[in-house]
């Protein structure tokens, strides 16, 4: 049993940390602390991840439309989100730093796929998916420079914002949110306040860190449309 907590433990610590909490019994060591939440926290945000985009998933499904989603604003969220898991990869950062970035990587490449597919172009829905796989494939095997993928990384400031402010326009030109998941947007806002954080404790990379202050940002102004415009139905709908 004392082995099988010992190996529990040290999935959020180092052996260091181990013996600073459980042989010197120092549960007030700052450092250990700070380093336990950084990682418990990223943990909990990647297992999040595995879920976080599946409400908008399923509202597309069910509504059969992806209307009030835009298709521009995914794409560039999309390439944010490459960028950031292929820059964290090639470097070597712990999982638990960006281990969120795969699952997010998926579930956003299946909500462009069934963008494309609702808007009446299922070739275009493979074709999406095709591409994003590809790019990923070649970002990650070491083919790119790592200067390349900073630059690509550092690119994101601008990507990430971009990509949220064509949403937030979308939302304002159809005075509407649209299929927008609420549970989606309110967990993107919470996971990317997060991992400024856990970015700051596990990375030190000041160009991820500035990233996902951007992106908390961006996300901020998209929950308070998703706020603004509850139950508001969109400009088209009101005219039908």
């Not at 040290?10 to 380093?35: M, S």
């Amino acid at each position: 049993m004392a082995a099988i907590f010992r190996q529990l433990c040290l999935l959020v610590l180092t052996e260091a940390c181990y013996d600073e909490f459980f042989i010197k019994f120092n549960f007030l060591h700052v450092p250990c602390l700070k380093a336990a939440i950084s990682k418990s926290l990223g943990l909990g945000i990647v297992a999040g991840s595995l879920l976080v985009k599946v409400p908008q998933i399923l509202k597309i499904l069910a509504a059969k439309s992806a209307e009030g989603i835009s298709i521009t604003g995914t794409i560039l969220e999309l390439t944010a989100i490459i960028a950031n898991f292929s820059y964290n990869f090639i470097n070597g950062y712990p999982f638990s730093a960006y281990g969120d970035s795969a699952f997010l990587l998926i579930q956003t490449s299946i909500i462009g796929a069934l963008v494309y597919h609702y808007g009446g172009s299922t070739t275009k829905a493979v074709g999406f998916i095709v591409t994003v796989t590809s790019l990923v494939g070649i970002l990650c095997s070491g083919m790119v420079s790592l200067n390349v993928l900073w630059t690509l990384q550092a690119a994101n400031i601008a990507i990430v914002f971009a990509g949220k402010m064509v949403q937030a326009v979308a939302n304002y030109t159809n005075g509407s949110t649209g299929q927008l998941s609420a549970i989606t947007v309110t967990l993107l806002f919470l996971g990317s306040m997060a991992r400024i954080f856990t970015s700051i404790q596990e990375t030190g990379d000041q160009v991820i860190i500035i990233t996902y202050c951007v992106a908390t940002v961006a996300n901020g102004i998209i929950m308070a449309q998703l706020l603004y415009y509850w139950n508001v139905p969109s400009k088209k709908a009101k005219k039908e």
